[in-house]
Structure formats: C-alpha cells, structure tokens
C-alpha cells in the first residue's frame, strides 16, 4: 500500500502527562470519534494507566472500547435511547429520564450556555435529581461544557452552573482542551483534542511523472500549466480524508523540498509538481502533524482535519 497512516501513541501519552503535571484534577480521557481519527481502542489501552475516565459519543463506542479491553470508567457524552446496564463501567449522560432503567449510573448534563444538551434551571433539574433517586439510580457528577476558552464566558458559564445545582454537591467537570488553565473548582478535567496535537502523519509516494507543457490541463477542470514544468501523480485524494479546499493551497515535502498542490484534489490522487531530479518511488510528506496549518489553509477547524484524515485505505502503523 503506498499510503502510510502514522501514529504517535508515545506522544498522546506525553500529551497527557505534561497535562498531569499541571493539575492535581483527575482526567478524562476523550476518544469519541475514533479518537479524534487516532484508533480509540489502541489509544485507550495505551493511556489507561494513566488517566481516570475516558469518555465516548454514544453506546456504540463504549461497547468498542469494552470489547477492546477497557476496564475503566466510559461516559457516554450525548444524548441516547439506548441504554444498556449490563456494562456496570458505562455511565450516562442525562438531562431526562427518558427510557433511562433503574440503578443506572449517570452524570447529570447542566446547560450553561452551549445550548446543547443539559438542564438549564434549578427547578428542571432539581425535578430530574429526586427522579433519578427515586429510581434508584447512581447519581455520580454534574457537567457542562464550556462554548469559548474566554475567561469572561468561562466565569458566565460557572455562574449559571451553580445557581442551576444549588446546593447539591457532586463531582463535576467543564473543561475544554482550550481552558485548561482557566482556574475554577472541578474534579475532573476533560482533555480532548490537545491529547493529540502532533501525533499523526501521513506519507505517500510518487506513483507517476509528467512533463507538461505550458497551458496542459492537469486533472479535473480547467487547471492548466502555467509554464512547461513536471508533474508527480500522489496516490491520495478525497476519499483518503483529504479536504478538497486544500487543491492549490498545500505542499508537501518531497526529498526535504517543499512542493506545491497544483490542480483539484481527486478521489484517488492528487498532484504537485516537482524538479527533475524527482523519480517515481520517492516517499511523500504529505501531513508531518502540524493539524493547525491544514486547518488554516481550508479556513476549518483542527478537529475537523483531525477526524478526516483515518481510514481503511492507509497502511496503519502505530509506534
């Protein structure tokens, strides 16, 4: 296979240890969304030891992470319909009782100001907190989440959160990978995607060489030559997770040569052009982890780019 998915697991461990060495908090470990595109099963067995909680999107993927050998605590993080109790490391989101069964465990979802999920009133959740007693259900945190790392908004949010509990004292968590280092009471802090900064590349080879002339079409539409140059064919496109706003905006590196995206992007491959001494063969550096950049060149998010860029058609290879 010509296209190689890298894996830093030894740097999202880093990641989370220099985050460690900041706080006395206990950490929740993100890896909904396949860990940002990182393997969550692989990156969860790596960082077991050193983290308190992982948390997920949905039931799905805390059964994944189970069956992959899981044993810590997994918060499900959105809302479901599906419930399932006979895991007793799953705990869920809730902001209704909704088909919840007995002696679940949950943490209650407070809505701040995300406007997502949570409750947004003391008497809505204080209504919620006795009918989760009721039912016999282990109550084990409050949460929200926080929607900028402004420390104006931060303080907004924290305020709302309190008057919403009142009095009733949980372990609770807020944090964004983005205001780590705002300082307000929480037990836990949930570290998402600064887990995986600088942890992922992607290489590739030349597969052909063109000589083109100034003004031949090169690809899809109207990309023309600007002047008589060559032309490496990348086996790589779209459906390997690369953005098509990148076309004309990205270079990779080539023999330690930077060298420009010329033409759309296609579904299987993609094009730069390069000097002669190029030959068929040479690797590609197509992404080398600097997730920032391809989302300042797309004018995206890192967390976008980041879950892009995984799938079945790379040679995987974790280290």
């Not at 990182?38 to 189970?66: G, P, S, T």
Request: overall charge positive; hydrophobic content about 35%.
């Amino acid at each position: 296979m010509f296209n190689k998915l890298i894996i830093h697991l030894s740097k999202i461990r880093q990641n989370i240890l220099n985050i460690k060495s900041r706080t006395d908090r206990k950490i929740i470990s993100v890896v909904k969304a396949n860990a940002y595109g990182h393997n969550a099963v692989k990156v969860a067995n790596y960082v077991q030891d050193i983290v308190d909680m992982f948390a997920v999107a949905n039931l799905y993927e805390a059964k994944a992470l189970i069956m992959g050998g899981i044993t810590k605590n997994i918060l499900v993080l959105s809302k479901t319909i599906d419930y399932d109790t006979s895991y007793s490391n799953i705990i869920y989101m809730v902001d209704n009782i909704h088909n919840l069964p007995h002696r679940a465990r949950v943490h209650i979802a407070i809505n701040s100001g995300m406007n997502r999920y949570g409750v947004d009133s003391q008497k809505k959740f204080l209504a919620l907190y006795r009918q989760l007693k009721r039912k016999h259900n282990s109550v084990e945190g409050l949460f929200s989440h926080f929607y900028s790392s402004s420390p104006t908004n931060c303080t907004h949010q924290i305020k709302k959160f309190n008057e919403i509990v009142g009095n009733i004292n949980l372990p609770t968590h807020f944090s964004s990978s983005h205001s780590l280092d705002i300082d307000f009471p929480q037990d836990y802090v949930r570290l998402g995607i600064c887990q995986y900064i600088d942890s992922k590349e992607i290489h590739t080879q030349i597969v052909e060489l063109h000589r083109l002339k100034k003004g031949d079409h090169i690809g899809y539409g109207r990309t023309r030559a600007k002047c008589d140059c060559t032309i490496a064919v990348l086996p790589i496109g779209y459906a390997d997770g690369l953005d098509l706003r990148l076309s004309n905006k990205w270079q990779v590196t080539i023999n330690g040569k930077a060298c420009n995206l010329v033409g759309k992007i296609c579904m299987d491959c993609c094009f730069a052009i390069v000097d002669n001494r190029t030959k068929v063969g040479d690797e590609v550096i197509f992404y080398d982890g600097n997730i920032d950049k391809i989302a300042n060149a797309t004018h995206s998010t890192e967390y976008e780019q980041m879950c892009r860029l995984y799938g079945e058609r790379y040679e995987i290879i974790f280290d």
